[in-house]
């Protein structure tokens, strides 16, 4: 939980403090790297880390991914310029791809599928504590003390997690010889890097169909395409391609692209468009997403009934027409900017994503034994990051393109429009990720530890 943390507060903390780094810092159109590239460097780092895990252990893999957390929220403390704190939130992403899903996956490992869902119900708190204590810690180091805080907080939480894990973690893991597809990761980060590059200076620091943008794309498409080749032929590809497979975990992934996309998309523009057209403090802003993370964990902590009871399909069904709800609601209530409607908006998100991300990731680990568990696992949380990494990126460009170079204090009511559209276009991902849980089966099959047959289960 402790470990859980470290992501969950880093999530909330940041975004209400964007406005205050950009004042200092500069940069406004430069911002959504600061999203990106974290969320970049910990979506391909995951499957190296979930290779390693399933081969070495978790406990040596998410020490590594503490100290790699730790050092880089020292750099980003200290960080002097924009294309500085860039760079140190890459190490930090870093960090977070083998912290996150390694949580889960040890949760994973020691509970039962019914055991699970109340265990996911207390990690699910932490997000809902850190709902809180992040946005508020946020606004009040940006208002009364300066932004580095927001970084340095993460320096005890580091220390607790690391003497805890050392302390009570105790695995019997065996020992197998691996080898890591370094040829998939380099082609795998370099592709999606120039991807989110052309998306984010097209239109900005280059013209849409110039030769650095449209090469950028290029270049990156066929990266990716060279990706996959690589990845059939490997014999412990970084991403094994059977994960897609699989029905259940390929609807499982989609739906995860779906939650990243949603998730970034309010939490990086929620508090800019609140402190740009209502004139909020960055205390209030932050306070009014939090709405979103606390009914996030409210109802992750309650999906374990409802998916028990209703199986996985039903209740992601549920969840994503919530979430449909929700950012339709704060598309409309953006036109007309309320605290309050704003705020219920993003409760309703919040809500709807709790129902849709906790059952997805189960399903997903339930249908393999603890051999894959760690590879599904991780396969899944790269799914939502990168989703989230590419969509921060398409809604920077979207609302960067129609500024036109304008900051948002510049022109504030233009901004109104073009956040509003950007909120429009998260509904449309919305609606694909009811599709996408509409895809799931409704039938799955569950496997206990390794060794045990495997038992038919109902979803």
């Known amino acids: 939980m402790v470990t859980t943390g470290l992501v969950a507060i880093d999530a909330t903390i940041l975004a209400t403090a964007v406005p205050t780094i950009v004042a200092d810092l500069g940069g406004f159109t430069s911002f959504p790297w600061l999203f990106s590239v974290y969320l970049l460097t910990q979506a391909v780092s995951v ?20 100290g790699l957390f730790l050092l880089g929220s020292i750099l980003c403390g200290f960080a002097w310029s924009m294309p500085a704190l860039i760079a140190f939130r890459a190490i930090q992403g870093l960090g977070a791809g083998a912290v996150q899903p390694m949580a889960i996956t040890i949760a994973g490992d020691i509970y039962t599928v019914a055991e699970r869902a109340k ?15 992040g946005p508020t810690l946020g606004g009040l180091f ?21 003497w805890l894990l050392v302390r009570y973690l105790h695995e019997t893991v065996e020992r197998t010889s691996h080898r890591i597809d370094w040829a998939g990761g380099v082609l795998l980060t370099t592709g999606m890097s120039l991807l989110i590059l052309a998306l984010l200076e097209g239109g900005n620091a280059w013209e849409w169909l110039s030769v650095p943008s449209v090469g950028a794309f290029v270049v990156g498409s066929v990266l990716l395409v060279a990706f996959v080749r690589v990845e ?4 412990e590809p970084v991403l ?5 497979s699989r029905r259940l975990l390929r609807a499982s992934a989609l739906v995860g692209v779906g939650v990243g996309i949603i998730l970034i998309g309010l939490t990086s ?11 909020v403090s960055p205390l209030t802003s932050g306070l009014t997403l939090a709405a979103l993370t606390i009914g996030w964990p409210i109802a992750a902590s ?3 009934r409802l998916f028990l009871r209703l199986g996985f399909r039903t209740t992601m069904l549920i ?7 929700g950012t339709a609601g704060l598309a409309v209530a953006s036109t007309h900017p309320s605290i309050w409607a704003v705020g219920l908006a993003c409760f309703v998100s919040g809500i709807g994503l709790g129902l849709v991300a906790s059952p997805s990731l189960i399903a997903a680990q339930s249908s393999v034994g603890w051999g894959d568990r760690g590879v599904v696992t991780g396969a899944n949380l790269f799914a939502r990051s990168m989703g989230s990494a590419v969509g921060v990126a398409a809604l920077g460009a979207l609302v960067n393109a129609l500024m036109g170079g304008q900051t948002p204090t510049q022109n504030p009511e233009q901004f109104g429009d073009a956040v509003t559209l950007a909120f429009g276009a998260v509904t449309l991902v919305a609606l694909a990720t009811v599709a996408a849980a509409a895809s799931m089966p409704r039938t799955t099959v569950e496997h206990g530890s390794v060794g045990e047959p495997a038992a038919a289960g109902s979803d």
């Open 47 to 66: 499957p190296i880390y979930s290779k390693l895990a399933d081969t070495i252990g978790r406990k040596p893999v998410v020490l590594l991914g503490i």
């Open 119 to 133: 265990a996911q119900g207390y990690i699910a708190s932490v997000w809902g504590v850190s709902s809180v204590v």
């Open 142 to 162: 940006s208002e009364f003390l300066s932004w580095n805080w927001i970084f340095f907080v993460n320096i005890p939480l580091c220390l607790a997690a690391a």
């Open 232 to 235: 059939l032929r490997a014999e």
């Open 240 to 244: 094994p391609l059977w994960v897609f």
């Open 269 to 279: 523009y929620v508090p800019t468009f609140l402190e740009a057209l209502l004139d």
């Open 302 to 304: 309650q999906s374990g």
């Open 319 to 325: 969840g994503s027409g919530v979430v449909v709800l």
